[in-house]
């Protein structure tokens, strides 16, 4: 019997979740994109220390305004369970579930930018997110996407490490990216 991949079927969010509580995939840095399990990148020290400053600029800035989650899980669609490296959600108890909605969703990206930039973008403007930056630290930029429609970003505009950044949910919030990345 010759193998088809038209029959391999996609694990959804509930059964990798479940797989999860049972204790599966321990030691393994994964996530759940288009119901296939993809390894995650390594952090280096440049990503980190960008993840590590919106950290520190967005949790005082969105204090009881939203939820500031790093690293963590996203409820995104039926097939997909990206861990983004920021989201600002709306406020709410995670406790049971993870969001499945956004203000904002970050990725920073060293190793991982065609990722960030074909499947996760998808993801994310399905999903209907708003605003999604990729902090690209390679090249000292980051990438705001905005405008989602049809599985894309039909915005995207570049911002140098000289300019400041506006959340389109919190106006009033501002972030330079020098700040964020040397």
Same mark, same amino acid.
Not at 56 to 70: D, E, K, N, Q, T
Not at 76 to 100: C, F, I, N, Q, R
Not at 118 to 145: M, S
């Given at each position: 019997?010759?193998? &088809?991949?038209?029959?391999?079927? %996609?694990?959804?969010?509930?059964?990798?979740?479940?797989?999860?509580?049972?204790?599966?995939?321990?030691?393994?840095?994964?996530?759940?994109?288009?119901?296939?399990?993809?390894?995650? &990148?390594?952090?280096?020290? &440049?990503?980190?220390?960008?993840?590590?400053?919106?950290?520190?600029?967005?949790?005082?800035?969105?204090?009881?305004?939203?939820?500031?989650?790093?690293?963590?899980?996203?409820?995104?669609?039926?097939?997909?369970? %990206?861990?983004?490296?920021?989201?600002?959600?709306?406020?709410?108890?995670? /406790?049971?579930?993870?969001? /499945?909605?956004?203000?904002?969703?970050?990725?920073?990206?060293?190793?991982?930018? &065609?990722?960030?930039?074909?499947?996760?973008?998808?993801?994310?403007?399905?999903?209907?997110? %708003?605003?999604?930056?990729?902090?690209?630290?390679?090249?000292?930029?980051?990438?705001?996407?905005?405008? %989602?429609? /049809?599985?894309?970003?039909?915005?995207? /505009?570049?911002?140098?490490?000289?300019?400041?950044?506006?959340?389109?949910?919190?106006?009033?919030?501002?972030?330079?990216?020098?700040?964020?990345?040397?």
């Amino acid at each position: 019997m010759a193998f &088809s991949p038209q029959g391999i079927r %996609p694990l959804r969010r509930a059964e990798y979740d479940k797989l999860i509580e049972l204790g599966a995939f321990q030691n393994e840095k994964i996530e759940l994109l288009e119901g296939v399990l993809v390894p995650m &990148s390594p952090i280096g020290p &440049s990503h980190s220390s960008a993840v590590q400053k919106l950290n520190a600029l967005l949790v005082p800035a969105l204090a009881g305004r939203a939820a500031v989650r790093i690293q963590s899980p996203f409820a995104a669609l039926e097939l997909s369970e %990206p861990e983004p490296d920021v989201v600002v959600a709306p406020p709410g108890d995670y /406790d049971t579930d993870h969001p /499945d909605r956004a203000y904002l969703i970050v990725e920073v990206a060293e190793s991982s930018l &065609s990722v960030d930039r074909g499947v996760k973008k998808r993801l994310y403007a399905l999903c209907g997110v %708003p605003e999604y930056w990729i902090v690209n630290v390679v090249d000292r930029a980051v990438e705001v996407h905005t405008e %989602p429609a /049809d599985g894309t970003y039909t915005k995207v /505009d570049r911002h140098e490490r000289s300019e400041t950044l506006r959340l389109m949910g919190f106006p009033d919030v501002e972030i330079r990216v020098a700040d964020v990345m040397k």
